[in-house]
Structure formats: C-alpha cells, structure tokens
C-alpha cells in the first residue's frame, strides 16, 4: 500500500525555468509534509516542509503547495539551476498520539536533470 | 559529531552471512530511524526508535532483521542469514521532533 507516491520517475528542465515535482498521498491523517533531496551516495537532505494548516510555504527559490482536498502537494523550483539536478522525495507524516516525533512516509522519488 | 554517522560505508557479504550495521545518531536526538533504499526504489520505512518506549518495528520486512538501541544513543541494525534482495542502502536517520530529522550518508550492502 504505496501511501505516498510521485508518479514520475524523472524530469528535465531548462536551467532558468519553473521545474515542477508532484506528489499524491492517500492517509488523510497524514499532517506533516516534507520534501528531501538526495545526490548520489549521500544522505537525503531536508528541502522545506509545510504543515496541514497551510496551503503554502516558500523559502527563496523553493516553494511547497499543499491542495488537502486533492491530498497532492507539489514543489516549485525558480528559477532551476544545473546545482538543482537531484532525486527529490516527497515525505509525510501523522502526528502519534501526542507525541511529536514520528516515522516518515517516502514517494519513490523524482530524478530532476537541470540542463544547461 | 556533528551529524548522523554509519558504518560501514560499504559492505560486501556472502549471501547466508549475517550483518551488522551501525548508527551514531547526533547527540541529544531522541529518535532514530533505519530506512533502506533499494535500487530504483523510494525509501522504505523499517524500524523506529523513540526515546525509551517500545520500537515501532512494523516496517521489518522479516524476523531475520532485528535492530537495536543502546543507552538511547548508538542502534544496530542485525539481518541475519542474508538473502541476495538484502542488498540495498540502509540509511539511518536522527530527530527532536518531526523537524530536523538528519540522516546519515547510509550503508550501501551488497549480498553476493
């Protein structure tokens, strides 16, 4: 039961211009979204994040969209850079009882080429 | 340290053999979270550690993989007898809270 999911795989963009990624959820308790970009052979590093009373968090070129009735968020980079050229993750989460801390959910991960 | 470290960075075993794998998580986080990314795949959950409560182990794929904890600090995470599909990045991961959760560069294990 794939809960979190970013249907495509990959992504090429022009550097300069708007590069999209998607993301879909199911779990409607899901109230944390994140997302993380990977190079190859390190760790994830944390992106922006927005929380479910928000439909919008922007930190300088990055920019997160939640839509809670299409349960979709999506990720906007402007302008794109080749520096950008990654795996991206998408992530969620449901708060646990009471407590703060809790596993995260991952999409399989978009690959975005940046061209020159 | 300053972040989270794993060890070893590579690791390549006999399939049968058993493994262990580590995490130093950064000081005064109080979860710690193993993931594995197999090739062309997302990351999948497997096990999570918060403070003293018990685990949440639901993401184990089976009993021949077990993780452990110790003094709330360094895990281990043990498969046993591994199989050939074993292979993947295993990835540990550090958090406060939701925000802030810090991984390690991983663990990339191959079983021939």
């Known amino acids: 039961d794939q809960q979190v999911k970013q249907n495509s795989p990959s992504l090429s963009v022009q550097e300069g211009r708007i590069s999209i990624l998607n993301c879909d959820y199911t779990?409607?308790?899901?109230?944390?979204f994140l997302w993380y970009k990977k190079y190859p052979a390190e760790g994830p590093t944390f992106l922006i994040s927005?929380?479910?009373?928000?439909d919008k968090n922007e930190d300088g070129r990055f920019t997160v969209f939640l839509n809670k009735s299409a349960k979709h968020l999506s990720l906007h980079i402007v302008p794109s850079q080749p520096g950008d050229s990654a795996v991206y993750f998408c992530?969620?989460?449901?708060?646990?009882?009471?407590?703060?801390?809790?596993?995260?959910?991952f999409g399989q991960g978009t690959t975005l080429q940046v061209k020159p | 340290g300053a972040g989270v470290s794993q060890s070893p960075s590579n690791k390549v075993t006999e399939k049968g053999k058993d493994v262990e794998l580590r995490c130093d998580p950064i000081?005064?986080?109080?979860?710690l979270y193993w993931y594995r990314q197999s090739l062309g795949q997302g990351l999948e959950f497997l096990i999570y550690?918060?403070?003293?409560?018990?685990?949440?182990k639901s993401g184990l794929p089976s009993d021949r993989f077990s993780a452990e904890r110790t003094g709330g600090s360094v895990s281990t995470l043990t498969i046993q007898r591994t199989q050939q599909e074993d292979s993947a990045v295993y990835l540990c991961?550090?958090?406060?809270?939701?925000?802030?959760?810090?991984f390690g560069s991983g663990t990339r294990l191959t079983v021939v």
């Open positions: 991961a550090s958090s406060l809270g939701r925000v802030g959760y810090t």
């Open positions: 779990n409607s308790m899901f109230d944390y």
């Open positions: 927005i929380s479910s009373i928000k």
């Open positions: 992530a969620a989460s449901a708060r646990i009882r009471s407590s703060n801390t809790g596993k995260l959910i």
């Open positions: 000081s005064g986080h109080t979860a």
């Open positions: 550690f918060q403070g003293n409560s018990a685990p949440d």
